[in-house]
């Protein structure tokens, strides 16, 4: 911790590093867009954005082959817990401030998963139960 409070150039990393992150990670919840209103996309990939474990791995395998210096690796770890604390807090802001309309209903499934469901049940009938012979 203390490489990372030595040089100001270095601590200004975080928060490119946890924008970084952002882009990265939570940038392809865009993907969901087809199937989620906007608020729900934005709040799935603030939660994609989320990475720690993988980063102190990462982070601690460059260092030992000499590929980043420890305080670049400080930076990024403390970019990775402040994405655990910071966007689901967020995310979970966003979700609670979803009015009525627009929240989805916990015991109704979301859209699509009734149109997956309905299409199961609509080819159920074509299964055939065949016993298997008993030896």
Known sequence: MHALFADH???ALVPLFLIA???VRGVPAILYRRRLDTRHTVIAGL???TSLT???AATEIG???HL???AVSAALVASGLLSVIIYPLIALTLLHHIEGGEKLDEEEPTPFIKE???QVEDNRSDWHYVPSEAS
């Open 9 to 11: 150039s270095i601590l």
């Open 21 to 23: 992150l952002l882009l």
């Open 47 to 49: 939660f994609q954005a």
């Open 54 to 56: 993988f980063i102190v």
């Open 63 to 65: 260092v030992q082959l």
């Open 68 to 70: 980043i210096t420890s």
């Open 116 to 118: 997956n469901i309905k």
